[in-house]
Protein backbone atom coordinates (compact mmCIF):
# COMPACT_ATOMS: atom_id res chain seq x y z
CA UNK A 1 0.00 0.00 0.00
CA UNK A 2 2.63 2.62 1.10
CA UNK A 3 4.58 1.69 -2.55
CA UNK A 4 1.44 3.12 -4.26
CA UNK A 5 0.99 6.06 -2.27
CA UNK A 6 4.51 6.59 -2.82
CA UNK A 7 4.34 6.11 -6.84
CA UNK A 8 1.02 8.09 -6.89
CA UNK A 9 2.51 11.02 -4.74
CA UNK A 10 5.71 10.94 -7.33
CA UNK A 11 3.09 11.03 -10.15
CA UNK A 12 1.40 13.93 -8.68
CA UNK A 13 4.74 16.00 -8.38
CA UNK A 14 5.83 15.23 -12.39
CA UNK A 15 2.17 16.40 -13.59
CA UNK A 16 2.60 19.67 -11.38
CA UNK A 17 6.29 19.96 -12.21
CA UNK A 18 5.49 19.42 -16.18
CA UNK A 19 2.51 21.39 -15.95
CA UNK A 20 4.14 24.76 -14.92
CA UNK A 21 7.06 24.17 -17.38
CA UNK A 22 4.09 23.60 -20.07
CA UNK A 23 2.32 26.99 -19.04
CA UNK A 24 5.89 28.85 -18.72
CA UNK A 25 6.77 27.73 -22.03
CA UNK A 26 3.50 27.50 -24.17
CA UNK A 27 1.27 29.53 -22.21
CA UNK A 28 -1.57 28.60 -20.58
CA UNK A 29 -4.20 28.63 -23.20
CA UNK A 30 -1.84 27.05 -25.50
CA UNK A 31 -0.52 24.44 -23.35
CA UNK A 32 -3.06 20.92 -22.97
CA UNK A 33 -3.32 18.21 -21.02
CA UNK A 34 -1.54 16.13 -23.53
CA UNK A 35 1.31 17.81 -23.43
CA UNK A 36 1.37 17.86 -20.16
CA UNK A 37 0.99 14.03 -19.51
CA UNK A 38 3.35 13.40 -22.29
CA UNK A 39 6.37 15.83 -20.93
CA UNK A 40 5.43 13.97 -17.85
CA UNK A 41 5.56 10.57 -18.74
CA UNK A 42 2.56 9.40 -17.62
CA UNK A 43 -0.41 8.50 -19.04
CA UNK A 44 -3.95 10.74 -19.69
CA UNK A 45 -5.62 8.58 -16.81
CA UNK A 46 -3.12 9.27 -14.27
CA UNK A 47 -3.73 12.81 -15.08
CA UNK A 48 -7.50 12.60 -15.19
CA UNK A 49 -7.05 10.60 -11.64
CA UNK A 50 -5.34 13.68 -10.06
CA UNK A 51 -6.70 16.82 -11.93
CA UNK A 52 -10.20 16.30 -13.49
CA UNK A 53 -9.66 19.87 -15.40
CA UNK A 54 -6.96 22.10 -16.76
CA UNK A 55 -8.02 24.63 -13.96
CA UNK A 56 -7.69 22.78 -11.26
CA UNK A 57 -4.02 21.47 -12.55
CA UNK A 58 -3.61 25.72 -12.64
CA UNK A 59 -4.31 26.08 -9.29
CA UNK A 60 -2.25 23.45 -7.99
CA UNK A 61 0.96 25.10 -9.97
CA UNK A 62 -0.23 28.43 -8.83
CA UNK A 63 -0.43 26.84 -5.08
CA UNK A 64 3.09 25.74 -5.44
CA UNK A 65 3.86 29.35 -7.08
CA UNK A 66 2.72 30.64 -3.58
CA UNK A 67 4.94 28.27 -1.26
CA UNK A 68 7.46 29.91 -3.26
CA UNK A 69 7.09 33.19 -2.72
CA UNK A 70 6.36 32.48 1.06
CA UNK A 71 9.53 30.79 1.11
CA UNK A 72 11.56 33.65 -0.49
CA UNK A 73 10.08 36.42 2.01
CA UNK A 74 10.79 33.91 4.78
CA UNK A 75 13.98 33.51 4.33
CA UNK A 76 15.03 37.41 3.68
CA UNK A 77 13.45 37.80 6.98
CA UNK A 78 15.35 35.63 8.94
CA UNK A 79 18.48 37.79 7.60
CA UNK A 80 16.94 41.32 7.95
CA UNK A 81 14.89 42.97 10.37
CA UNK A 82 14.25 46.32 8.52
CA UNK A 83 10.95 45.80 6.96
CA UNK A 84 11.54 48.07 4.32
CA UNK A 85 14.71 46.08 3.36
CA UNK A 86 13.44 42.49 3.10
CA UNK A 87 10.97 44.50 0.50
CA UNK A 88 13.75 45.88 -1.99
CA UNK A 89 15.17 42.38 -1.62
CA UNK A 90 12.31 40.44 -2.53
CA UNK A 91 11.96 42.67 -5.79
CA UNK A 92 15.16 41.78 -6.51
CA UNK A 93 14.20 37.83 -5.28
CA UNK A 94 11.60 38.11 -7.73
CA UNK A 95 13.61 39.07 -11.02
CA UNK A 96 15.59 36.19 -11.08
CA UNK A 97 12.78 33.73 -10.19
CA UNK A 98 10.85 35.33 -13.38
CA UNK A 99 13.34 34.03 -15.25
CA UNK A 100 14.39 30.39 -13.25
CA UNK A 101 11.11 29.43 -11.35
CA UNK A 102 8.99 27.21 -14.03
CA UNK A 103 6.10 27.73 -11.17
CA UNK A 104 6.65 31.64 -11.00
CA UNK A 105 7.36 32.18 -14.28
CA UNK A 106 3.78 29.51 -15.18
CA UNK A 107 1.80 31.54 -12.74
CA UNK A 108 2.42 35.13 -14.87
CA UNK A 109 0.99 33.58 -17.60
CA UNK A 110 -1.81 31.73 -15.86
CA UNK A 111 -2.94 35.43 -14.22
CA UNK A 112 -2.82 36.82 -17.91
CA UNK A 113 -4.52 34.40 -19.64
CA UNK A 114 -6.72 32.83 -17.87
CA UNK A 115 -10.22 34.22 -18.22
CA UNK A 116 -12.86 31.78 -16.74
CA UNK A 117 -12.46 33.30 -13.03
CA UNK A 118 -11.61 36.32 -10.93
CA UNK A 119 -8.59 36.56 -9.53
CA UNK A 120 -8.02 34.38 -6.87
CA UNK A 121 -5.18 35.61 -3.80
CA UNK A 122 -2.74 32.78 -5.35
CA UNK A 123 -2.51 34.52 -8.63
CA UNK A 124 0.82 36.11 -9.61
CA UNK A 125 -0.21 39.99 -8.92
CA UNK A 126 -2.49 39.62 -6.06
CA UNK A 127 -0.26 37.31 -4.41
CA UNK A 128 3.30 39.32 -4.84
CA UNK A 129 1.63 42.56 -4.86
CA UNK A 130 -0.38 41.62 -1.35
CA UNK A 131 2.64 40.20 0.20
CA UNK A 132 4.59 42.87 -0.73
CA UNK A 133 2.02 45.59 0.31
CA UNK A 134 2.20 43.39 4.25
CA UNK A 135 5.82 44.25 4.29
CA UNK A 136 4.50 47.94 3.66
CA UNK A 137 2.48 47.66 6.43
CA UNK A 138 5.40 45.93 8.34
CA UNK A 139 7.58 48.92 8.08
CA UNK A 140 4.62 51.52 8.68
CA UNK A 141 4.44 50.06 12.46
CA UNK A 142 8.24 49.77 12.67
CA UNK A 143 8.01 53.48 12.05
CA UNK A 144 10.94 52.88 9.35
CA UNK A 145 7.94 54.90 6.46
CA UNK A 146 7.79 58.69 7.17
CA UNK A 147 4.31 59.38 8.15
CA UNK A 148 3.99 62.24 5.34
CA UNK A 149 4.33 59.13 2.90
CA UNK A 150 0.43 57.99 1.84
CA UNK A 151 -0.37 54.24 2.09
CA UNK A 152 -1.75 54.33 -1.33
CA UNK A 153 1.78 56.29 -2.58
CA UNK A 154 3.77 53.64 -1.16
CA UNK A 155 1.62 50.80 -2.51
CA UNK A 156 1.91 52.64 -6.42
CA UNK A 157 5.75 52.39 -5.96
CA UNK A 158 5.73 48.79 -5.26
CA UNK A 159 3.44 47.91 -7.59
CA UNK A 160 5.45 49.91 -10.48
CA UNK A 161 8.71 47.94 -9.43
CA UNK A 162 6.60 44.23 -9.67
CA UNK A 163 4.90 44.86 -12.47
CA UNK A 164 8.23 47.03 -14.39
CA UNK A 165 10.66 43.99 -13.52
CA UNK A 166 7.88 41.53 -14.50
CA UNK A 167 7.63 43.00 -17.78
CA UNK A 168 11.44 43.24 -18.32
CA UNK A 169 11.26 39.78 -17.86
CA UNK A 170 8.80 38.92 -20.55
CA UNK A 171 10.90 40.90 -22.66
CA UNK A 172 14.05 39.18 -22.50
CA UNK A 173 15.82 41.99 -20.33
CA UNK A 174 18.89 40.06 -19.09
CA UNK A 175 18.56 39.84 -15.01
CA UNK A 176 21.36 41.83 -14.15
CA UNK A 177 19.58 44.66 -16.12
CA UNK A 178 16.62 44.05 -14.44
CA UNK A 179 18.75 44.04 -10.96
CA UNK A 180 20.12 47.15 -12.26
CA UNK A 181 16.74 48.52 -13.32
CA UNK A 182 15.42 47.83 -9.67
CA UNK A 183 18.33 49.52 -8.04
CA UNK A 184 18.02 52.76 -10.06
CA UNK A 185 14.36 52.63 -8.89
CA UNK A 186 15.19 52.03 -5.24
CA UNK A 187 17.79 54.47 -5.00
CA UNK A 188 15.79 56.86 -6.55
CA UNK A 189 12.53 56.42 -4.06
CA UNK A 190 13.85 54.90 -0.75
CA UNK A 191 15.20 58.67 0.65
CA UNK A 192 11.60 59.60 -0.18
CA UNK A 193 10.20 57.09 2.00
CA UNK A 194 12.18 57.08 4.80
CA UNK A 195 11.59 59.45 7.87
CA UNK A 196 13.03 62.66 8.03
CA UNK A 197 16.63 63.02 9.19
CA UNK A 198 16.64 59.48 8.89
CA UNK A 199 19.61 58.03 7.06
CA UNK A 200 19.77 55.67 4.28
CA UNK A 201 21.57 52.41 5.23
CA UNK A 202 19.55 50.68 3.08
CA UNK A 203 20.92 48.50 0.06
CA UNK A 204 19.15 49.40 -3.30
Not at 56 to 67: F, H, I, K
Amino acid sequence: MKAKQDRSVRTLERLITSAAEQFADRGFIRATLSDVSVAAGVTKGALFFHFATKDELADAVQARGEDVCEAVIRGIARKEEVSLQVLVDATHELNRLLREDPFVRAGVRIARERTSEAAAPSDFYPLWLGRLWDLLDEARRKDELDGQVADRSARTLVTAAVCGVEVLASMGVPADEGDQWLAGLWELFLPLLLPPGEPNRLRA
